[in-house]
């Protein structure tokens, strides 16, 4: 131990060979069904390599087009894209990527946050706060799901350090200024959810940064500070301006609100996800944190920690007015958490007069929190007990499915026996089913038409029609309510029926029974689609949806 305590990137590295293995067992576990976010980024990975071949303009071009417009950019990709293009192009060393590029740093920036928010800590302590982060199922079990999206906490934590170490009220601060402008900046190009956690931090941290720095009002040094908050604000919305114009017009043009209705869940539900990612055993530390404050003397902590309850609350009611947050949206809202959280596992334990109760202590808490993530990422068993289930982190088992065979024979038939003669479509859209899971089966060489999943958000695509051959379930899969995917469910059942356009369209081929009772089906359209067919199903949507009327399907 007196090793790693002159080497502290030595225990990190330790650590880095030993979560590198967990990760590789994990994806050993899995089967090759990744689908949607689950496969994004490696998707974007591939696909820079893919143009880097092409020519080496053609990557850059790609990276800084994305940025310019893109919901979901290429930024995060490169590394990975690099990365898997050294070892080899398998869904392991991507995540190994993610791992060692991503996750790391951003726990090791966390690591060096809690020592300057906590800097007066006992070894015992500076273990649980190193330990207890780095097992949180709320980082480890979207990265292992192969989300990036934790690469983004790494700019926040640079922005919070800046803002510690940093008087912005001294008017020598303006370059830091700009710095912290451009870090808040990098979140939101990382990502663009952690949109929400920035407003909350330039609402917060001017307040912060003077209550730290400063002990009595002094008009002056305030007017410098909020000039050079004002300069970091200028600064982040100068680059976007000069980078992301396109996205901010997109985004200044769409009512989020309205197109992701369909995943708005109640306040409750939202909540209940955002415990439930870390665990509620952190839960009785978070009350405890908060409610030892009245008595806290150290005035930085109780500052800090108070700012990150503010931060929590404030970016997760902004978050929750757009849609309910998802594995990895939670990543902010569990950081804010989990600094109020170890303030209270910090001052529980000073209240343990004995040394040894500490100890017993300290290793309880470390050995509970792995046993934890232990039984979220590799059990079952555990969760079928209520009351373990209720205490647990969420369960996030390696990704496999039921009657994988099938699949894999569905895939199979589409790459040899249907391809080469038309155009393919899946009419599914849920974890039993979706255009995207086969893809993925078909390790990209089946080539299928991408049709609209929800209503709000894509309308309906008439290329649907298109396609010479469907893969249609029974019953129809949606990953939403019915209501929400009717350009899913209302195509679908007419061409189960045999109704409406279903008129154009006869079974084909073998059935395939896949996981949870469903069925897949193979249709191949044999006449084009009649014109009043055609009607009939657009006023189905028009019933619904008057304003699809201005866009008229051909």
């Known amino acids: 131990m007196q090793f790693f305590r002159r080497f502290p990137l030595a225990w990190y590295g330790v650590c880095a060979v030993f979560f590198s ?17 689950y496969v994004t980024y490696y998707d974007r990975a591939v696909r820079l390599n893919e143009l880097a071949a092409q020519s080496p303009v053609k990557p850059i071009f790609k990276i800084f087009s994305s940025i310019w417009k893109a919901d979901y950019n290429y930024l995060a990709a490169i590394i990975p894209s690099l990365f898997v293009n050294l070892t080899g192009f398998h869904r392991q060393f991507y995540i190994l990527s993610i791992l060692l590029f991503y996750f790391f740093p951003a726990l090791i920036l966390f690591n060096t946050l809690l020592k300057a928010i906590f800097p007066h800590t006992t070894r015992q302590e500076t273990r649980l706060l190193c330990l207890i982060p780095l097992t949180s199922v709320a980082f480890l079990a979207p990265t292992l799901r192969g989300f990036v999206d934790i690469g983004g906490l790494a700019f926040i934590e640079q922005a919070l350090l800046l803002t510690l170490k940093t008087d912005f009220s001294e008017k020598q601060s303006a370059r830091k200024a700009l710095w912290l402008g451009a870090l808040l900046w990098g979140a939101f190009l990382f990502r663009r959810w952690y949109a929400y956690t920035i407003v909350s931090l330039f609402l917060s941290l001017p307040v912060l940064n003077y209550a730290l720095f400063q002990k009595t009002c002094d ?10 908050f004002a300069l970091a604000g200028l600064s982040a919305v ?21 197109i992701y209705h369909g995943y708005q869940k109640p306040f409750s539900a939202s909540v209940v996800t955002t415990l439930k990612a870390p665990g509620a055993l952190i839960l009785p530390f978070f009350v405890f944190g908060l409610v030892s404050l009245r008595q806290e003397k150290d005035r930085r902590v109780r500052l800090c920690v108070l700012f990150s309850a503010f ?51 300290g290793t309880t808490l470390l050995g509970l929190s792995g046993l934890a993530t232990y039984c979220a990422l590799f059990t079952q068993a555990p969760y079928r007990v209520p009351v373990l289930n209720a205490l647990l982190p969420e369960q996030t088992n390696p990704l496999q499915i039921e009657n994988y065979p099938a699949y894999q024979n569905l895939t199979a038939d589409l790459v040899r026996d249907y391809q080469p003669r038309g155009s393919i479509a899946v009419l599914s859209s849920s974890a039993v089913l979706n255009e995207s899971m086969l893809n993925t089966l078909g390790d990209q060489k089946l080539h299928l038409i991408s049709i609209s999943q929800l209503d709000l958000r894509d309308h309906f695509d008439p290329s649907l029609l298109r396609a010479r051959y469907l893969v249609v379930t029974t019953p129809v899969q949606t990953h939403l309510a019915p209501s929400e995917q ?8 007419e061409i189960l029926s045999g109704t409406g356009i279903g008129h154009a369209y006869r079974k ?24 009043e067919d055609l009607n009939s199903l657009m006023d189905r949507f028009y019933a619904v949806y008057p304003d699809w009327k201005k866009f008229p399907a051909h």
Do not use: M
């Open 21 to 37: 293995l967990i990760a590789l067992l994990y994806i050993h576990r899995e089967q090759n069904v990744y689908y949607w976010d």
């Open 219 to 228: 008009r002056q040094r305030l007017k410098t500070l909020l000039a050079h």
């Open 238 to 258: 100068a680059l976007v301006l000069l980078f992301q114009f396109g996205l901010l017009r997109k985004i200044l043009q769409t009512d989020y609100a309205t």
């Open 311 to 361: 931060n929590l609350f404030t970016s997760f009611f902004l978050f929750c007015r757009t849609q309910s947050p998802g594995i990895q949206h939670v990543i902010p809202f569990a950081f804010w958490s989990l600094i109020i959280a170890l303030y209270g596992i910090l001052a529980a334990g000073r209240r343990l007069h004995s040394a040894s109760l500490r100890a017993v202590y």
């Open 486 to 493: 009717r350009v899913i469910t209302l195509p679908a059942t």
């Open 508 to 531: 084909i081929g073998a059935s395939y029974r896949l996981s949870q009772g469903v069925t897949a089906l193979l249709y191949e359209q044999i006449a084009p689609i009649a014109q």
